[in-house]
């Protein structure tokens, strides 16, 4: 996928999300009143409803949940295979964020439950702009930070 | 009894079914399935197009506009359209609300349906430029990862692992609806699959082979809801829609979902049996949602018909099989009979509890489930309980 132009599709309420990838930093939006974390982005807080909230940085770690490894190419000029994986944050445990998979592309070595960190990837988007986008890694010394 | 009239048990009923071809390439537009499987269905219960008042179908963007069929056949003061936009999660639902519209008396006569030109027209989730306002599915498309194939596939790697279960519990459940398509004379797979064939297939969406995944269809099927009371006077034996619910679930990103190993229609599950009266063990026949093989062995689980963790078991014991004690998919589900978007489920439970399915009947069906999609990736639901009129 790296040589391709990649679809960013931010929207008003993920914007600063995607700009915050760009710095290399992994942002959650935390509610004001009760202190929940919550990704993708929302106006409002599911636990108490609150509108009041700001953006925080993720800790950036979590454990593999699943991932797939595609065969079959979406579209004639993906290359194949590739690896997604979907991560469950130590942050918060029904925070589930995907991303690419910083390894071997048929996925192998991955393993539920596998602690993994955060990487990034530069990509060129759809209007030829720089942009980031988000490719898991497996965390080093991952024994202490479980 | 207050309760008692907000219900929607027993209310209205299902008086005909209709179907066009499932081919791989209809030649027409979905205007004309939509229209052909309409007339059948209205020639089935024994209807005439000026009996209609009510139209319902769900589409994503790739079929005719209900308001154009509604015009089409000649309805000059529709009551009731609704145009559901929704895929797999959304196809019971779509006859609940025509359900809801001729019980509260908005409509006498709705027809339902499902049109497609899922082969020859386009495939759902291909690459062909994403929508402006992707929403959520903003995070996964840069990677790749945006077909339904790839995005079942992740849910499933979860649960086989959660479980324990093999390839080959996902392979059984294939194997079990191809025998089943075999009796069925429209469905569109009908060579016999080995487990050999099964595990040679090739990776669509690693864990998903070729044969865990749906057909892709081109066809239509209709339904006819009008009051129970109306439909003890027409052609075919009434089908009662006994009871009814929605559901919610999850993207694959989203919050309060810290559990994935039991699929989401297992918070509804309960609301849809105490809206029919019933519970699990009076289903005599289920029709499940199945895009994809794990599909059916969630919504054993989810559905009460097992604990989570022993469909796969179930189904290797051949209970879900014609002659087992809860046969599943009897018309070969979208794996082998063919894709029509959840609607061609509700045909079979009809058909079931009418007796007609011939070689494939299911012998004294009285009480059929029909669902949709169990809510992942959507973060919806639905689900039916037919019952044969009394
Ligand atoms: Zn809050």
């Not at chain 2, 929704?86 to 019980?103: E, H, K, N």
């Not at chain 2, 790839?150 to 390839?167: G, P």
Request: proline share 5%; glycine share 10%; hydrophobic share 40%.
């Amino acid at each position: 996928m790296s040589d391709q132009q990649v679809p960013v599709l931010m929207d008003r309420d993920s914007r600063e999300w995607w700009l915050a990838l760009r710095r290399h930093e992994l942002a959650l939006q935390t509610c004001t009143d009760c202190g929940r974390l919550r990704w993708p982005s929302r106006a409002i807080c599911n636990d108490c409803g609150s509108l009041e909230w700001r953006w925080t940085e993720s800790r950036g770690t979590g454990t593999v949940v699943s991932w797939t490894v595609t065969h079959r190419p979406p579209s004639p000029q993906a290359l194949v295979p590739y690896t997604v994986v979907l991560v469950r944050l130590d942050d918060q445990d029904d925070v589930f964020m995907p991303g690419g998979w910083n390894g071997p592309a048929d996925g192998e070595g991955l393993a539920i439950g596998l602690h993994v960190r955060v990487g990034y990837q530069a990509v060129v988007d759809q209007h030829g702009e720089d942009a980031t986008i988000l490719r898991w890694e497996p965390s080093v010394g991952s024994g202490e930070e479980i | 009894m207050p309760h008692a009239e907000r219900t929607l048990r027993d209310r209205t009923a299902i008086v005909g079914v209709g179907y066009t071809d499932y081919s791989r390439d209809s030649g027409v537009s979905t205007q004309t399935l939509a229209l052909r499987a309409i007339r059948a269905a209205l020639d089935d219960a024994g209807l005439g197009v000026r009996d209609v008042d009510g139209v319902a179908c769900h589409r994503v963007g790739d079929s005719v506009d209900p308001a154009q069929v509604a015009q089409g056949l000649g309805i000059a003061d529709v009551r009731f359209v609704r145009d559901v936009f929704g895929g797999g999660s959304a196809s019971v639902g779509t006859l609940v609300d025509a359900a809801m519209a001729v019980a509260s008396g908005m409509a006498e006569c709705v027809v339902c349906w499902r049109a497609l030109n899922s082969r020859s027209e386009g495939r759902m989730g291909s690459a062909t430029g994403p929508a402006a306002a992707a929403g959520d599915a903003q995070y996964w498309i840069p990677h790749g990862h945006l077909t339904p194939p790839q995005l079942f596939a992740m849910e499933t790697r979860a649960y086989l692992h959660r479980w324990d279960y093999a390839a080959e519990d996902l392979g059984r459940v294939a194997i079990t609806q191809r025998e089943h398509a075999r009796l069925s004379p429209r469905a569109m797979m009908t060579q016999p699959l080995t487990m050999e064939d099964y595990l040679a297939s090739r990776w669509i969406s690693d864990p998903l082979r070729l044969f865990d995944c749906c057909l892709e269809t081109d066809g239509a099927v209709a339904l006819v809801v009008t009051t129970a009371e109306r439909a003890r006077d027409l052609r075919k034996p009434a089908v009662l829609i006994s009871g009814a619910a929605f559901g919610g679930g999850y993207q694959l990103t989203s919050n309060h979902w810290s559990d994935r190993s039991v699929a989401p229609a297992v918070r509804m599950a309960p609301r849809l049996y105490a809206s029919a009266g019933i519970g699990p063990e009076e289903i005599d026949v289920a029709e499940f949602y199945d895009a994809f093989t794990p599909l059916v062995l969630m919504q054993l689980e989810a559905y009460g018909f097992c604990k989570p963790g022993e469909a796969a078991a179930m189904v290797a014991d051949g209970a879900t099989a014609l002659g087992g004690s809860l046969p599943v998919n009897t018309h070969g589900g979208h794996l082998s009979e063919g894709y029509v978007h959840g609607l061609n489920h509700v045909v079979e439970a009809v058909n079931q509890l009418r007796g007609a399915c011939g070689p494939r009947q299911v012998p004294g069906a009285e009480v059929a489930l029909a669902t949709s999609q169990p809510g992942m990736l959507s973060g919806a639901t639905s689900a039916v309980v037919l019952r044969q009129a009394a």
